[in-house]
T-cell receptor
Framework: QSVLTQPPSVSGAPGQRVTISCSGS?????????VHWYQQLPGTAPKLVLL???TRPSGVPGRFSASRSGTSASLAIAGLQAEDEADYYC????????????FGTGTRVTVL | QVQLVQSGGGLVNPGGSLRLSCTAS????????MVWIRQSPGKGLEWIAH????????FYTDSLKGRITISRDNAENSVSLQMESLREDDTAVYYC?????????????????WGHGTVVSVTS
């Protein structure tokens, strides 16, 4: 049911930089709707870590950043830390599906 | 601080019904849309419904339309999700989420606060 595609997993050693891609289409990201990113630690509810394409909510470390281009977006985590090990989801809005919020397929980040 | 406390959920037989509730605090409830999101075991996140601040505008995912009803009580700062004719593939964790603020661009607002989630297990 997810209309935004993410890689199933990415991994990196502590201190490294990892990126997560989020591929959409012209009815969601490509239409200009904002992209938001959520972090889900094991057994917990998702937490917003980036909103409006590039904005970090208060309390989110500066090592989290995001960008977008065309029908895609990406999340980058610089200086990877053990506490960053989690599932990450992108989210946008899709105008082709009776107007709905859509999520990415999710990416598991593993810290080696 | 913003809190969304969920209740309801549990074990139900296929074909049964369930009502999920969510009580909000720490913000002006009547100023925000409210959203329900679910996550099936081992799966990703799925938007299922949202309701405007006044309750006048309601949206459902097509796959659940006719089996779910979202409602809110602004006097009680609560939002509910009534689910009927439950199937085994409705088994999931259901999250109550704060949606867009009135006056914002609904399509572009993030889902900034999430409840703890409540488990719905549909099994015979």
């Amino acid at each position: 049911q997810s209309v935004l595609t993410q890689p199933p997993s990415v991994s990196g050693a502590p201190g490294q930089r990892v990126t997560i891609s989020c591929s959409g289409s012209n009815s969601n990201i490509g239409a200009g709707f904002s992209v938001h990113w959520y972090q889900q630690l094991p057994g917990t509810a998702p937490k917003l870590v980036l909103l409006d394409d590039t904005t970090r909510p208060s309390g989110v470390p500066g090592r989290f950043s995001a960008s977008r281009s065309g029908t895609s977006a990406s999340l980058a985590i610089a200086g990877l830390q053990a506490e960053d090990e989690a599932d990450y989801y992108c989210q946008s809005y899709d105008m082709s599906l009776s107007g709905t919020y859509v999520f990415g397929t999710g990416t598991r980040v593993t810290v080696l | 601080q913003v809190q969304l406390v969920q209740s309801g959920g549990g074990l139900v037989n296929p074909g049964g019904s369930l009502r999920l509730s969510c009580t909000a605090s720490g913000f002006t409830f009547v100023h925000f849309y409210m959203v329900w999101i679910r996550q099936s075991p081992g799966k990703g996140l799925e938007w299922i419904a949202h309701i405007s601040s006044t309750g006048k505008h309601i949206f459902y995912t097509d796959s659940l339309k006719g089996r779910i009803t979202i409602s809110r009580d602004n006097a009680e700062n609560s939002v509910s999700l009534q689910m009927e004719s439950l199937r085994e593939d409705d088994t999931a964790v259901y999250y109550c989420v704060r949606g867009p603020m009135v006056g914002g661009v609904v399509e572009n607002e993030a889902l900034d606060f999430w409840g703890h989630g409540t488990v719905v297990s549909v099994t015979s």
